[in-house]
């Protein structure tokens, strides 16, 4: 199945999973010496892949940029890290290490789990309700066992936050991964260490690939979807991120920051905006009826948010109003004709690429924007407005 | 009560031949005697000279800072611990529960000299404490219990007995 990581003994045994690769090098002690304790590893390990890797991922990853990021479910995944933590500290209260009174397979694999979240979101006012844990965490990254494959550590110092300019520098490309070794290196897993630990048992595989692959996983089913068909894929890249743009616009003034972030960043080779009207106003009826239309419009075209933005605005009143917006796409054409599912709708429009530098494009896009102004070309009071993003 | 420590405290090093040793005065300091060198006075001193002995620098502190803690250590087992007042002890076990709070060894991230020899001092007072205050002073029972479970390191004291669930819930934390 193309498993990575892979193991394969001197012997030609072969296995994959991590875990399980992790419990054949491990000694004895290491899975935990008894029934008993072996199962309570066994217990904190699958704790560590169920409850931990899932929030710490969507939390840590898009800190990254290697996942995008999406404030409901990285607010989720903090809370869920959260009850982690507090659960976690609450075991470690009364006992040293995790399972028994030295470092298991437990220890490692919690901790290598918490490791990201560690080094990347959890300082120090975060972290301080849970000193039992860190104290815990503290200790099994400074055993030189596992400072050989961790080498230092540093514990985050202040949250990271979703890195939209690595996310779109690491989207496009999928053949040149340097931004990966910083992560792939110490990407914490268990089986490694125990290789350095077992020497009798050889390692055949080399150090950074598990690690690294973990990584893959997620960029590749990212990267992979959109780039299949991606009509935008014979365009060069572009300064310009759009989604930076649109976070401004959605969390920002639109007028003091968005704007003025929009003009600063807006790169004229690899965008172009577009003035476009509805090409049958006397068909407009009611005015819910309309919005509806520019949505339908937005719902067709959702392959298209990636590279595009628009603001579409309702003016007038029922029976008396027309529709117009600005649209800002990736390339120099209209978009539409690129694909299929693009087209039922850009014909009822009519479409003016605007010249960037002039005064009416940086007034439309202004007025469009921020639903405010004169609108001195419609003759019609603002309605209401939609926006593409 | 020093000597047996000193004995269990050559076999956690490992120490092969045991070495002669003697008691001076009321408060019967341990001397190590030597018949080539001039013999060691003092529980600190001759632990720290076992150590070396058996080629254990680890247990002696990885940096100067380590050294100069797990040294500390040693002074305060033989000059606070040793012989404290009953009406001391809770001092002490109050400020070693703080201190511990954040460390699961005395000096460092691992084991130093100052773990066994703060063990082998406290061992009397924590098999005194009543359940509740085991609980109290939950991270010296925590780490009392760690080395008491450490490999080597009890031999010649009895388990204490430490609950890993918490019985009495109402106290601080």
């Given at each position: 199945m193309?498993?990575?990581?892979?193991?394969?003994?001197?012997?030609?045994?072969?296995?994959?999973?991590?875990?399980?690769?992790?419990?054949?090098?491990?000694?004895?002690a290491l899975r935990g010496s008894g029934a008993q304790a072996s199962a309570e590893v066994l217990q904190w390990v699958s704790f560590a892949d169920s409850d931990i890797v899932p929030p710490s991922s969507t939390w840590v990853f898009p800190t990254l940029g290697i996942m995008q990021f999406n404030k409901q479910a990285a607010e989720q995944?903090?809370?869920?890290?959260?009850?982690?933590?507090?659960?976690?500290?609450?075991?470690?209260?009364t006992r040293t290490f995790l399972v028994g009174e030295r470092v298991s397979l437990a220890d490692i694999t919690v901790a290598c789990s918490l490791l990201w979240l560690y080094k990347q979101v959890l300082e120090p006012a975060f972290r301080q309700p849970y000193p039992?844990?860190?104290?815990?965490?503290?200790?099994?990254?400074?055993?030189?066992?596992?400072?050989?494959?961790?080498?230092?550590?540093?514990?985050?110092?202040?949250m990271a936050q979703f890195d939209a300019k690595k996310f779109a520098e690491m989207q496009p490309k999928k053949d040149t991964p340097p931004k990966k070794e910083k992560g792939g290196k110490e990407g914490g897993k268990p089986?490694?260490?125990?290789?350095?630990?077992?020497?009798?048992?050889?390692?055949?595989?080399?150090?950074?690939?598990?690690a690294v692959e973990e990584m893959d996983e997620c960029e590749a089913a990212l990267a992979a979807e959109p780039k299949a068909k991606d009509p935008f894929a014979h365009l060069p890249k572009s300064t310009f991120v759009m989604d930076e743009f649109k976070r401004k616009y959605s969390n920002e003034d639109t007028l003091a920051v968005a704007i003025p972030h929009f003009w600063e960043h807006f790169d004229r080779?690899?965008?172009?905006?577009?003035?476009?009207?509805?090409?049958?106003?006397?068909?407009?009826?009611?005015?819910?009826?309309?919005?509806?239309?520019?949505?339908?419009?937005?719902?067709r075209l959702d392959k298209l948010r990636k590279n595009a933005f628009a603001s579409v605005i309702l003016f007038g009143t029922n029976n008396d109003s027309t529709i117009?917006?600005?649209?800002?796409?990736?390339?120099?054409?209209?978009?539409?004709?690129?694909?299929?599912?693009?087209?039922?709708?850009?014909?009822?429009?009519t479409w003016r690429k605007l010249d960037v530098d002039s005064e009416e494009c940086k007034t439309m896009v202004k007025e469009y924007f921020a639903w405010e102004g004169d609108f001195k070309h419609v003759g019609k009071p603002f309605n209401q407005g939609k926006v593409f993003k | 009560m020093a000597l047996r420590e000193l004995s269990s405290l050559e076999k956690f090093l490992g120490l092969k031949k045991p070495n002669k040793y003697s008691t001076q005065g009321d408060r019967k300091v341990p001397v190590l005697q030597s018949n080539s060198a001039p013999s060691l006075v003092g529980l600190g001193t001759i632990a720290t000279h076992l150590a070396q002995e058996a080629k254990r620098p680890d247990l002696l502190g990885a940096s100067a800072e380590e050294r100069a803690v797990i040294q500390q250590w040693l002074e305060y087992r033989v000059a606070r611990l040793d012989g404290c007042a009953k009406e001391?002890?809770?001092?002490?076990?109050?400020?070693?529960?703080?201190?511990?709070?954040?460390?699961?060894?005395?000096?460092?991230?691992?084991?130093?000299?100052?773990?066994?020899?703060?063990?082998?001092?406290l061992h009397?007072?924590?098999?005194?404490?009543?359940?509740?205050?085991?609980?109290?002073?939950?991270?010296?029972?925590?780490?009392?219990d760690h080395m008491q479970h450490y490999p080597g390191v009890r031999h010649h004291l009895p388990p204490v007995v430490v609950l890993r669930n918490r019985v009495y819930t109402s106290g601080h934390h």
């Amino acid at each position: 199945m193309g498993k990575v990581p892979a193991y394969q003994g001197d012997d030609g045994f072969c296995l994959t999973e991590s875990n399980a690769i992790a419990y054949y090098l491990s000694n004895d002690a290491l899975r935990g010496s008894g029934a008993q304790a072996s199962a309570e590893v066994l217990q904190w390990v699958s704790f560590a892949d169920s409850d931990i890797v899932p929030p710490s991922s969507t939390w840590v990853f898009p800190t990254l940029g290697i996942m995008q990021f999406n404030k409901q479910a990285a607010e989720q995944a903090k809370e869920e890290v959260k009850r982690v933590l507090a659960y976690l500290n609450q075991h470690l209260n009364t006992r040293t290490f995790l399972v028994g009174e030295r470092v298991s397979l437990a220890d490692i694999t919690v901790a290598c789990s918490l490791l990201w979240l560690y080094k990347q979101v959890l300082e120090p006012a975060f972290r301080q309700p849970y000193p039992n844990l860190n104290r815990w965490f503290t200790t099994c990254i400074n055993q030189p066992q596992f400072k050989a494959i961790l080498g230092e550590v540093k514990l985050c110092d202040k949250m990271a936050q979703f890195d939209a300019k690595k996310f779109a520098e690491m989207q496009p490309k999928k053949d040149t991964p340097p931004k990966k070794e910083k992560g792939g290196k110490e990407g914490g897993k268990p089986q490694e260490k125990k290789e350095k630990k077992e020497d009798k048992k050889k390692e055949e595989k080399k150090p950074a690939a598990p690690a690294v692959e973990e990584m893959d996983e997620c960029e590749a089913a990212l990267a992979a979807e959109p780039k299949a068909k991606d009509p935008f894929a014979h365009l060069p890249k572009s300064t310009f991120v759009m989604d930076e743009f649109k976070r401004k616009y959605s969390n920002e003034d639109t007028l003091a920051v968005a704007i003025p972030h929009f003009w600063e960043h807006f790169d004229r080779e690899g965008y172009s905006i577009w003035y476009s009207e509805y090409r049958f106003p006397e068909e407009l009826t009611m005015a819910f009826m309309s919005c509806n239309l520019i949505t339908g419009m937005f719902q067709r075209l959702d392959k298209l948010r990636k590279n595009a933005f628009a603001s579409v605005i309702l003016f007038g009143t029922n029976n008396d109003s027309t529709i117009s917006g600005i649209w800002v796409f990736r390339g120099q054409e209209l978009a539409f004709p690129l694909s299929e599912d693009w087209q039922i709708d850009y014909e009822s429009y009519t479409w003016r690429k605007l010249d960037v530098d002039s005064e009416e494009c940086k007034t439309m896009v202004k007025e469009y924007f921020a639903w405010e102004g004169d609108f001195k070309h419609v003759g019609k009071p603002f309605n209401q407005g939609k926006v593409f993003k | 009560m020093a000597l047996r420590e000193l004995s269990s405290l050559e076999k956690f090093l490992g120490l092969k031949k045991p070495n002669k040793y003697s008691t001076q005065g009321d408060r019967k300091v341990p001397v190590l005697q030597s018949n080539s060198a001039p013999s060691l006075v003092g529980l600190g001193t001759i632990a720290t000279h076992l150590a070396q002995e058996a080629k254990r620098p680890d247990l002696l502190g990885a940096s100067a800072e380590e050294r100069a803690v797990i040294q500390q250590w040693l002074e305060y087992r033989v000059a606070r611990l040793d012989g404290c007042a009953k009406e001391d002890i809770k001092t002490i076990l109050k400020d070693l529960n703080a201190y511990l709070e954040d460390k699961v060894y005395l000096a460092g991230n691992h084991i130093s000299l100052a773990d066994p020899l703060m063990y082998y001092g406290l061992h009397h007072i924590i098999t005194d404490l009543a359940v509740q205050e085991k609980e109290k002073y939950l991270n010296v029972t925590r780490w009392f219990d760690h080395m008491q479970h450490y490999p080597g390191v009890r031999h010649h004291l009895p388990p204490v007995v430490v609950l890993r669930n918490r019985v009495y819930t109402s106290g601080h934390h």
